[in-house]
């Protein structure tokens, strides 16, 4: 089991910034990756940035270089720098986790979820 708090959400200016940031604790050995997505009113969930627990990350095509993911391993943390927010920005932003269960053959992926932290990008 494992249990994802977000904090760092909040108003902020079109142009400013903004960091996220969830911490992971319970059985996180298992995270192999870590990712923010983020839903706004009136559409689907989808994906902001992930980051292995390598430190490989990738982004979502609408981040266009504004938005900066990165984990620290040890604090099983990970964070997202928003810079440059803009209105269509708005949405709660929620933070996964993806945990490699069993060994073997018997190994399967589960995602975890924490419960959001709204971001309000004012113009």
């Known amino acids: 089991q494992v249990q994802l708090v977000e904090s760092g959400g909040g108003l902020v200016q079109s142009g400013g910034s903004l960091r996220l940031s969830c911490a992971a604790s319970?059985?996180?050995?298992?995270?192999?990756?870590m990712g923010w997505y983020r839903q706004a009113p009136g559409k689907d969930r989808e994906l902001v940035a992930t980051i292995t627990s390598g430190g490989n990350p990738y982004y979502a095509a609408f981040v266009k270089g504004r938005f900066t993911i990165s984990g620290d391993n040890a604090e099983n943390t990970v964070y997202l720098q928003m810079n440059s927010p803009k209105p269509e920005d708005t949405a709660v932003y929620y933070c996964?986790?993806?945990?490699?269960?069993?060994?073997?053959?018997?190994?399967?992926?589960?995602?975890?979820w924490g419960q959001g932290t709204q971001v309000t990008v004012s113009s």
């Open positions: 996964n986790a993806v945990c490699t269960v069993g060994a073997g053959e018997h190994a399967y992926e589960y995602d975890y």
């Open positions: 319970g059985d996180t050995i298992c995270i192999s990756a």
